[in-house]
């Protein structure tokens, strides 16, 4: 399927690794999922050279995602070697935050723009059990790293699932006072990991219905604005007075295919054009051998096999979200 017209693939979501220090509900089972070899994960050196290909290809937007992309040793020096790539404008990091304490700074120097935080609960026992084993106040410590070293705007990344309704209160305050932006995300059924029935997860309509609820007991209305400096899909409202927006990704119940931006490449060489799709180039060798000529050819072989409609494609996929970058 063509991309609708005008549209363009602008958008580089890069895994810097499959390795997580979570084992969250609905993105691994318990005993994790194998990690792939060291031997066959990219550089950085290799990753910075995919990029100068993809920029010639229209890429001008990175994100790096993992696994938790901040358990890999050296990911500001990764960040420096991307900054200094002609034509990127903007790069982001999608992290759980734990680790941002130590590292905030760092990237920030480095030239990373701003960063998603995963926090799905406000409760540190639900939040220790959906993530098992991890930590709520680690993660708002990686909130409050992120605000200091003005890695702006700082998004909070919330899976919708049926416990959020009675925090939902709770994730509107945080929005009051500081510019805190909590994006809704409907559970997304990659790779056969986490819930498998349809009553595991919220829909973007039932979260904005209590969210209306709540306007009408005093909030206000709750009313549509412009995307804080954002790249994806997102939908975002703000209620009267707060510094901070809600957002929403509708990503199963109100699917974005025609508007998608974007590539993926995972941490071990493949190069995906669809999150709900197992189709994947692999570029390890050519970008290994510094084949500059062979990966803009497999770049483009990827964009004229992307689809603009996940109903195109058949059922599940085979790997999961920290296996492919999200």
């Known amino acids: 399927m063509n991309p609708p017209e005008g549209q363009m693939v602008d958008y ?11 084992r969250c509900v609905y993105c691994m089972p318990p005993e994790g999922v194998p990690f792939i070899p060291h031997e066959q994960i990219l550089s950085y050196e290799d990753m910075a050279f995919f990029v100068r290909a993809a920029v010639e290809m229209g890429i001008s937007k990175l994100r790096l995602t993992g696994g938790e992309p901040l358990v890999r040793k050296g990911v500001p020096d990764l960040v420096a070697l991307l900054r200094a790539i002609p034509g990127i404008k903007g790069i982001s990091l999608t992290t759980n935050g734990v680790l941002l304490p ?13 960063v998603n935080i995963s926090i799905d ?3 540190p026992e639900c939040y220790r059990s959906l993530t098992r084993g ?6 708002f410590a990686g909130v409050e790293a992120a605000l200091r070293a003005s890695l702006e705007p700082v998004k909070l990344n919330v899976v919708m699932m049926p416990a959020l309704l009675p925090e939902l209160p709770g994730f509107v305050t945080l929005t009051r ?30 979260v904005m219905a209590a969210l209306e609820e709540l306007g009408a007991l005093g909030l206000g209305e709750l009313r549509p604005v412009e995307s804080p400096e954002g790249w994806g ?7 009267p007075g707060h510094l901070g927006t809600l957002g929403f990704i509708g ?20 190069l995906k054009n669809c999150l709900f799709s197992d189709h994947e180039i692999d570029i390890r060798d050519a970008v290994q051998a510094r084949d500059r000529v062979e990966v803009l050819a497999l770049i483009q072989e990827s964009l004229e096999a992307k689809t603009f ?7 599940r996929t085979t790997r999961g979200m920290s296996q492919v970058g999200g």
Do not use: Q
Not at 104 to 109: G, H, I, P, S
Not at 233 to 239: D, G, K, L, N
Not at 262 to 268: V, Y
């Open 102 to 114: 130590r590292f905030a700074d760092a990237l920030k120097a480095a030239g990373l723009d701003r």
């Open 309 to 315: 409609d996940k109903n195109l494609l058949p059922g």
């Open 121 to 123: 609960t406000l409760d």
């Open 12 to 22: 580089l979501r890069l895994s810097v690794t499959d390795r997580c220090n979570y």
């Open 251 to 270: 990503s199963v119940s109100d699917h974005f295919c025609g508007e998608c931006n974007r590539l993926r490449l995972t941490a071990d060489g493949r």
């Open 233 to 239: 899909p997102a939908h975002y409202y703000r209620f």
């Open 134 to 139: 991890g930590s709520l106040e680690a993660a």
């Open 177 to 206: 006072d500081r510019p805190l932006h909590v994006r809704f995300i409907e559970w997304m059924p990659v790779g056969g990991c986490g819930p498998h029935s349809p009553v595991d997860t919220l829909t973007k309509t039932e």
